[in-house]
């Protein structure tokens, strides 16, 4: 391939691209096949003559595109959403152009300066106190780890870095029992010890106990095992719970244990002021990590992650061998001190785009839109006979069942439920997907994605009306 074919296919490709969203609707929002039934149209070994690219391109449409699942869709309303938007891919494909290793200043000092900018927009987005400063990560998955290797260096003084755990002494890290199952990974691969993992109740909204929380540290240190790390979620999940932030700060400054946040999704939200009151006590709050590839139209990778002390960030991660030395080190950041990767993607760029052509306004907007639409499927399901609201609703993450009047054995509720989830997925037209709650099957949906219009949640909703008639009578 030479620079007239890139330039030829180039072209070509991003008509495609621009097709692909034009007719997003179209396609069937998750691919109805069996496992193993790409991998068997795809030859076992690489060819050893160059491909044409048209051939390439061909078997892209022919073998990948049917088994593709849509998360561009309006009707993707499964987990939550990893949103794109136009500014978000274009600049993506100058990321891949250029092809930076942001690892240090040196390695693209206007990767480095763009991102440290982006983080104080970003910061000052969101509404976290001027004490922060940030640094992207690829997920908040590691973010989360970044979180707690900071609070065992912390609390440990630097030891386990510099020799390992210590004999016989636990330490304890706590999170409610609707924590993501990044935690519980994190805490593993820690070194913590997953038994050492405290999932602590949560209240009839499905949000942390602090009164709970206080219980199990005075147990733990009653023990003799040390408290290190609370991690409180703002929007789990299961249901978007809030956990009490204010409560859990207070606990943890008592205690002096360190308080991480994963606002994974719901970090968006705090665009809008109004929204703010999710994190009251956010100033003694360590860390925090929120994903813009999750909400805020940036596509994936892209978490946001902030700390109160920048140094015991660095500290934890600091390398320093003679190859990476530059005369700058004193004045500049190295990022590759900031986390658990050396090469790292230029991500900022794709911020920068997204936040100048949308706009802070626009961005607003379109997260109150999201929220509109939410209360007025919340308010559909409420006001229903058929349908049972399952948690409270402070996104636009609507946890709800389908409860037929005079039906109230909750095994056969719960496998109504699941029949009518299995019936959604087969026919492929919507994507939700399922949690349990208080052990009660639960049918989730987010109502989030970059193209979503109000139009798309009465189709929903007309959808169910139509689906749940049809299905046959449980035992
Ligand atoms: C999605 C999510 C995560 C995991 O996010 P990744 O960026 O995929 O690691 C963690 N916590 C919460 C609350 C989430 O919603």
């Known amino acids: 391939m030479d620079s007239n074919d890139f330039r030829e296919y180039a072209h070509q490709i991003v008509d495609w691209m621009a097709d692909y969203f034009d007719n997003i609707e179209d396609y069937p929002v998750k691919p109805n096949i069996e496992p193993g039934s790409i991998f ?53 494909m100058l990321t891949a152009t250029l092809g930076a290793q942001c690892m240090s200043w040196i390695t693209s000092p206007a990767a480095t300066e763009l991102e440290e900018q982006m983080m104080v927009w970003l910061r000052d987005m969101v509404g976290l106190p001027d004490e922060f400063t940030g640094v992207i990560q690829d997920t908040a998955s590691t973010a989360t780890l970044a979180a707690l290797l900071m609070a065992r260096e912390k609390i440990t003084d630097f030891g386990v870095n510099e020799s390992g755990f210590p004999a016989n002494q636990q330490f ?45 540290i005075k147990s733990d240190l009653n023990a003799g095992h040390k408290p290190t790390c609370v991690v409180a979620t703002i929007g789990t999940t299961g249901s978007t719970a809030i956990d009490p932030l204010k409560e859990i700060a207070e606990v943890c400054s008592r205690y002096e244990v360190f308080l991480h946040v994963d606002a994974a999704y719901a970090g968006t939200a705090l665009l809008l002021p109004e929204m703010r009151w999710m994190i009251e006590g956010i100033n003694s709050v360590d860390t925090f990590v929120f994903n813009p590839h999750k ?164 189709e929903l909703w007309s959808y169910l009306q139509k689906i749940t008639q049809t299905l046959p009578p449980s035992k």
Not at 62 to 81: D, L, Q, V
Not at 180 to 189: A, L, P, R
Not at 193 to 213: C, H, S, T, W, Y
């Open 40 to 92: 068997d149209q795809l030859p076992g070994q690489p060819p050893r003559d160059s491909k044409s690219m048209n051939d390439i391109l061909v078997d892209f449409e022919k073998i990948i595109m049917p088994g593709m699942t849509h998360w561009e869709s309006p009707r993707f309303m499964a987990y939550f959403p990893a949103n794109k938007s136009y500014p978000s891919v274009l600049a993506e």
């Open 172 to 216: 304890a890290i706590y999170c409610s029992s609707e924590t993501h199952s990044s935690i519980e990974k994190d805490v593993k691969i820690a070194g913590f010890g997953r038994q050492n993992l405290r999932k602590i109740q949560v209240d009839d909204n499905f949000a942390m106990n602090p009164e709970a929380l206080e219980e199990a």
């Open 295 to 458: 909400w805020m139209f940036t596509n994936f990778d892209c978490s946001a992650f902030f700390v109160q002390d920048e140094e015991l960030l660095v500290r934890t991660f600091e390398i320093n061998p003679e190859y990476l030395r530059t005369p700058e080190d004193k004045r500049v950041k190295n990022y590759r001190d900031w986390g658990i990767q050396l090469g790292r993607r230029f991500r900022a760029l794709k911020l920068w785009f997204v936040i100048r052509s949308f706009g802070v306004d626009t961005l607003q907007k379109k997260i109150r839109s999201h929220l509109d639409i939410a209360e007025s499927f919340k308010r559909q399901i409420e006001n229903s006979e058929h349908f049972d609201l399952m948690a409270p609703v402070p996104l636009n993450t609507i946890c709800f069942r389908y409860h037929p009047p005079s039906m109230d054995d909750e095994k056969i509720l719960n496998r109504l439920n699941m029949k009518l989830l299995d019936e959604i997925q087969q026919n492929g037209h919507f994507f939700l997907t399922h949690t349990k709650l208080d052990g009660k099957f639960t049918i989730r949906v987010v109502l989030g994605n970059t193209r979503l219009e109000q139009r798309h949640a009465d």
